[in-house]
């Protein structure tokens, strides 16, 4: 039976816990997930309004036209480029040199010696290539009604559905992980009504041909657009070999082939499988091609079946209710709901489903032995797309990650992991050539072959610790799982190195503080004193940098006394901790953004670098540190004020920001402007304000993320409960929401209060619960037996290992 959605919420919070996952912990019940879906009542217009499948490995865009379908394709490793040495052979002295200047106050001396002695060679990184395209162009259909274009975000299916000349024809798509193939799966619902021809092609170096009957084999290579041989501006002529293949199942009609295209004639039903390989992940392409083609020849219902059980066991472990009513626009397209949202209206229960949007695109996109998600997440048509597709490490990579944890899909962070482990070895390298420093460091971008080199120029390329903020999430994964062997085996070993990096990276300045450089505040300038309006990014100490290596080293030194190891090194980065430039708040009343109080070049800028100590991490809270919690508030209103928020990863930063702050009115009128400027048709995040703005996957994510931190944070050691509850969520509830220290909670509200929650204890340790002003707990009860107690504003309880918690409150 189909639940509607209030009894799913009532019925999963009383019935408990019916299963624990592998590394996610979540609660998941046995209970049919409420339907989430996408769809419009036309085609997509555009490839960003398209529908997005993927495994985490193989991406489609599906546009839903009837006569001339078009399925975009992408395979995760069709990168341009090779693994190379790009570290510029006279970095050492250019960085000591440029370091000598920063601190003279000689900053455009610094910055034209960073250029030319620091900058990578080449100065710009490889980038993200798309597979190709898939084209079935269809006869006999003329006139459509009845048309209907869907993406269900419960099963990752894109359907397409309509009537032409009385016959219904139906399109089913979707990525399969079990069987690694992109299915389409086409009927009519007349015999013989189904006649088309399937073409595979690709914007540039790539050939097709058929094979047999019913094969189409392309194979090509990325290859740079503008290839050159000049070092300094781009790559060489190199780039990922591929091969795909697709293959077509029949019944009814016959297949022949013609003309590199495969001609589909008076069939019932047809079912296209295509897959793809590259020589990053196999030697033999043809043969692992026809390995993946042969697992996937069971029937199709059969691998229909398998895809969604593998997908759900995901997706069904974390769901969102905002308003336990009907949905007045349930029969209303995404689209048109979307538009009128960019126009002003309050469109509460769409949320959720962005919510779920979010999860979705996640688990589309990054599996455990994937690759991470990037700048698209997997979705790019384009050679040389928007700033090369890369992971941006600098806020970008970082933010895909953030709902991993929380919505319960903590085995999905495992391809960041990997991630770093792949530009480790030469981070190593670059942290020694550049900085003379033990451990390894990447600068702000990194790419399939795993560079770590400072890239592009001075804005945002001479920043040395996104491997630094990467590392960062390992202690994150440890904070939720507790996973022992995780944080020893793969977390501390990061942890340690970065921790070693940092202590040779940091400078002693004039004051005797250590300080990062040279570095910049991610991508944001400020105005040279003395000066109209000259700008300069380069300088030495940044808050940013400040903040990541107090935070870094707090973990590693919280990692080290968990494990016992390494105690000279953990004494040595405790006294660096204690000799850290301390944050500062400057003549606006605001959280410094560089050592010196200089003002922003871009008041309005879209990073937030400076608050990284707020959030993601929480050195800075609104209890311990009430001085620095309210500079920041000053900052991110000096910034909103001048106009900040201008992608949607931008505005979904502002978001966790405000839902830090406890301020779920400011964080809701934030989401209302990131509907406003940032979403397409499709829920796609683009970054920027213009209309031909590209498509960026990280708000996504980042807004997502943020409502989960308005309704359960958990840092400082205290599990808060709708900490940031805006008023126009009166009720709802959520389930399989994640805390750190191991808990999975779920929880109703009504009236903007508690009513009830369970809290599942994946380890032991003491629970500390916090709730709203104006609510309590009443009790809680395990195995019938009231336990814990009220400790001023919080209540204790000592949890035990798989123990389940049913909370009451007053």
Sequence with gaps: MHLSRRSFLRDSVLAGVAATSRRGNAITTSQQEPRYRLWFNHPAQEWRDAFPVGNGRLGAMVFGEPIHERIQLNEETIWVGEKRDRNNPNAAEGVRRVRELLFEGKVKEAEAEAMKDVIAVPTRMPYYQTLGDLHLNFDGITDTSQYRHELDLDSAIVTTRFVSNGVTFVREVFSSAPDQVIVVHLTASAPGKLSFTAALDRPANATTEVVGSKRLVMTGQALPVKPTTDPATQERQAGVRFRSEMVALNRGGRISAADNELKVE???????????????????????????????????????????????????????????????????????????????????????TFFQFGRYLLISSSRPGTMAANLQGIWNDALDPPWGSKFTINI???????????????????????????????????????????????????????????????????????????????????LHSGDRTFLEQRAYPHLKETAEFLLGYLQTDKDGHLVGGPSCSPENGYILPGTAKTKANLCMGPTMDQAIARGLFRQFIAASNELNRDADLRTEVEAAAKKLLPYKIGKHGQLQEWAEDYDEFEPGHRHISHLWGFHPDDQITLRQTP???????????????????????????????????????????????????????????????????????????????????????????????????????????????????????????????????VVLASRAGKLRLAVPRGSSVESVQLRGKSIGKAEGEEYVIDAEAGARYSVRFA
């Design 266 to 352: 008076g069939a019932t039903e047809v079912t296209l499988l295509l897959c793809a390989a590259t020589e990053i992940r196999t030697k033999d392409m043809e043969g692992a091609c026809r390995r993946y083609l042969t697992v996937a020849s069971a029937p199709y219902a059969e691998i229909k079946r398998r895809h969604i059980a593998d997908y759900r066991q995901f997706f069904r472990r974390a769901d969102l209710t905002l308003l336990n009513s009907p949905d007045p626009n349930a029969g209303v397209p995404t689209d048109e709901r979307v538009k009128r949202m960019k126009e002003g209206e309050d469109d509460v229960h769409l949320l959720p």
């Design 627 to 757: 001085d620095l919690a309210a500079a920041v508030r000053v900052s991110l209103q000096r910034r909103l004020d001048a106009g900040s928020g201008s992608t949607g990863w931008s505005r979904s930063w502002i978001i966790n920001q405000c839902a830090r702050l406890e301020d779920g009115n400011l964080a809701y009128d934030n989401i209302k402007w990131f509907f406003r400027q940032s979403v397409r048709p499709n829920m796609f995040d683009v970054c920027g304000l213009k209309d031909n703005s590209p498509y960026q996957i990280d708000g996504n994510f980042g807004m997502p993320a943020g409502m989960a931190e308005m309704l359960l944070q958990s840092h400082g050691d205290i599990v808060r409960l709708l900490p940031a509850l805006p008023s126009v969520w009166q009720d709802g509830g959520f389930q399989g929401f994640r805390a750190r220290g191991g808990y999975t909670v779920n929880l109703t509200w009504k009236s903007g209060k508690p009513v009830s929650a």
């Design 396 to 478: 970008n990579t970082q933010m895909n990650y953030w709902i991993a944890e929380v919505t319960g899909l903590g085995d999905l962070h495992f391809p960041v992991f990997d991630l770093l482990d792949s530009a480790h070895a030469a981070g190593v390298v670059t942290a020694k050539k550049y900085y003379n420093a033990r451990g390894f460091c990447i600068h702000h971008n990194t790419d399939l072959w795993g560079d770590a080199v400072p890239i592009d120029g001075i804005g945002g390329g001479f920043w040395p610790l996104g491997g630094a903020w990467l590392t960062t999430h390992f202690w994150e994964h440890w």
